[in-house]
T-cell receptor
Framework: AQTVTQSQPEMSVQEAETVTLSCTYD???????LFWYKQPPSRQMILVIR??????QNATENRFSVNFQKAAKSFSLKISDSQLGDTAMYFC???????????????FGAGTQVVVTP | GAVVSQHPSWVICKSGTSVKIECRSL??????MFWYRQFPKQSLMLMAT?????????EQGVEKDKFLINHASLTLSTLTVTSAHPEDSSFYIC????????????FGAGTRLSVL
C-alpha cells in the first residue's frame, strides 16, 4: 500500500513571497503519478500540478513548480509570488499507474493549510 | 473543459432517513467514478469505485449496505447513504476520470451532509 506524508499542517507566507510545501511518499511501484491539489474554502478540488514518475523533468505551471526526487520519494511544491487567492488547503496525492482496479484511485496526504497574508 | 456536477451541495436530514447524492459528468462519458469522504480538517478518503454496468467496489472498512452506489448510465453515479446517523455527517466528493486516462480526473464540488 502507498502512503503519502505531508509533515507541515500549516504554512504562512506573505504576499509576493515564496513558500515550499513538502510531501514524501512510500511505494514499491515504478510507474505512477503525483499530484498537488488545492482545496480553497469552497472545497472544490482544483488540480495545481501533475508529475509522471517516468519523467525526470520537474513539472511547472506558471507560479507553481515541483521538485521531484524519485529516489528520495519526495515531491515538494513551490509557490512563487504568492497571492491572496492561493490561500487554501493543499493536498499531495499519489496515483498508481496500471490496468488493474487500483488505477485511478488517489491516495491523498493529510494536507497543508497555506495562508497568504497581505 | 470537462465538468462534473454533484448535487445537492448541502443536505440536512433527520437520523434514520436515506439521502441520495448524484454525480454527473456533463460533457464526457465516465464508465468509472470514485467516491471520497472528507471529515472536517482532514484529508479525502476513498470510499468506493463506481462502475457502469457492474457492482461498485468498496474500500476496506466501508459498509456496502450503508453506502449504496449505483452507476446507472455512462454519465451518472449515485451514492445513497441509508439510514443516516450523525456519524455519517461529512463532506462527500465524487471524481470522474477523463477518457484520455485515469490520471486526468475531474472532481465534483462536493456534498455536505448533516444528519441531525
Amino acid at each position: 500500500a502507498q502512503t503519502v506524508t505531508q509533515s507541515q499542517p500549516e504554512m504562512s507566507v506573505q504576499e509576493a513571497e515564496t513558500v515550499t510545501l513538502s510531501c514524501t511518499y512510500d511505494t514499491s511501484e515504478s510507474n505512477y503519478y503525483l499530484f498537488w491539489y488545492k482545496q480553497p474554502p469552497s472545497r472544490q478540488m482544483i488540480l495545481v500540478i501533475r508529475q509522471e514518475a517516468y519523467k525526470q523533468q520537474n513539472a511547472t505551471e506558471n507560479r507553481f513548480s515541483v521538485n521531484f526526487q524519485k529516489a528520495a520519494k519526495s515531491f515538494s511544491l513551490k509557490i512563487s509570488d504568492s497571492q491572496l487567492g492561493d490561500t487554501a488547503m493543499y493536498f499531495c496525492a499519489f496515483m498508481k499507474h496500471g490496468s488493474d482496479d487500483s488505477w485511478g484511485k488517489f491516495q491523498f496526504g493529510a494536507g497543508t493549510q497555506v495562508v497568504v497574508t497581505p | 473543459g470537462a465538468v462534473v456536477s454533484q448535487h445537492p451541495s448541502w443536505v440536512i436530514c433527520k437520523s434514520g432517513t436515506s439521502v441520495k447524492i448524484e454525480c454527473r459528468s456533463l460533457d464526457f462519458q465516465a464508465t468509472t467514478m470514485f467516491w471520497y469522504r472528507q471529515f472536517p480538517k482532514q484529508s479525502l478518503m476513498l470510499m468506493a469505485t463506481s462502475n457502469e454496468g457492474s457492482k461498485a467496489t468498496y474500500e476496506q472498512g466501508v459498509e456496502k449496505d450503508k453506502f449504496l452506489i449505483n452507476h446507472a448510465s455512462l454519465t451518472l453515479s449515485t451514492l445513497t447513504v441509508t439510514s443516516a446517523h450523525p456519524e455519517d455527517s461529512s463532506f462527500y466528493i465524487c471524481s470522474a476520470p477523463h477518457r484520455w486516462g485515469k490520471n486526468i480526473q475531474y472532481f465534483g464540488a462536493g456534498t455536505r451532509l448533516s444528519v441531525l
